[in-house]
């Protein structure tokens, strides 16, 4: 039998695997738990474990994502090709064979076949190591000598094998029992998991782990330090600058100071002059009322005036009609040289009363324009109360 690929899905770790085999020769290497050992036994389940198997079998190849356990391998017997496909579901589980370009084989007759084709006379089990060994024999050479082929190639693959990083050697006997031996002093300090906790290495582990805490630590401890170098850099220089620009701050300063001080000085005569500039700004108010007085008398005067005119017509008048009545003429002549004479004496007041008006600055001298005005008003009306 030669593999030619493996197909494998919801198998352990792995959701979704292709493998294509070299025809000559396949190496497998990697780190723990990647999954090496899941696909070798994947190849043994797919061709010798029934597909309807539960149980632990079942359950060991699980996926932690869910899904059924799907293996599909492509081998080749006696020049022809197979593909074997089965999924894991319990009572549920199907098998299917088909040879290219021939015949296809179903659930247990499948299961047969496949044993058939590998030579084994008897049905899959639980554990078969006489079968695990059809699985790993160098494929198209299973009577050959292997150690003869591996020596005869041993130079080309080492080269080969360390330019692909792969873990895998062959060994000598003597390599074999030297690597079993550090193989068990391994296992007294390694789990499947990691260090063995307490050994060496665990305790190397951690010290490397804390190691590394406290490189962390000094590389944060040395980046503060440089941040608070370039701090104390950039305030030593504007310290620098500071001290530079003294002299100037302390002129301008001083200078400040004596125009403070001048402006002390000029605060107490700025105060007298508003004081006084408010003194004459209630003058000038006070004026102001007092011109407004006098122009409303003088209005009144003028009035007063421009009704006097109608009553020295009047009076006029009466002289005339007085030169006219013969019978009362000298009673009319007595009373009309007394009242030409008041007359005279009311007009003379009157003229020197609005002279004196266009005097006054204020407003009790109007009060007595106001009070002789009074008097000439009488005497007009005493005059007009004179008989005609």
Known sequence: MKLLSLHLENYRIHRT???????????????NESGKSTMSEAVFNGLFLRSKTSGREREGMLAVQGGNPEVTV??????????????????????????????TWNSDAAEAKVLELCGIAVSGGRAMPSQWNHLWVRQGEAASDPASIATSRIDALLPRLQASGASALLLSPLDALVAGQIADELAEIETTRGPKAGSEWDLATKSAHD?????????????????????????SGALQQAEAA???????????RQRLQQVAELRPVLEKQSAEAARKADDLTRIETGELAIRDMTVQIEKSTADLGPRETKLAELILSDNAAAKVLAEAQSAHAEATEHHRQARAEFELASQYVKRLAQSDDVARLTAKAGSAKESRTRLAALPA
């Open 17 to 31: 695997l292709d493998v294509a085999f070299d025809p000559r020769l396949t190496l497998i290497g990697g780190k």
């Open 74 to 103: 492509v081998f080749e017997v006696a020049d022809r090709t197979y593909t074997l496909h089965k999924c894991f579901r319990k009572a549920k589980g199907t098998t299917l064979l088909t040879e290219a370009g021939g015949a």
């Open 211 to 235: 190691t590394t805490l406290a490189r962390e630590l000094a590389e944060k401890t040395c980046a503060t330090l440089e941040r608070a170098v370039r701090d104390f850099d950039e305030a």
């Open 246 to 256: 003294q002299p100037t701050l302390a002129s301008a300063l001083a200078e400040n």
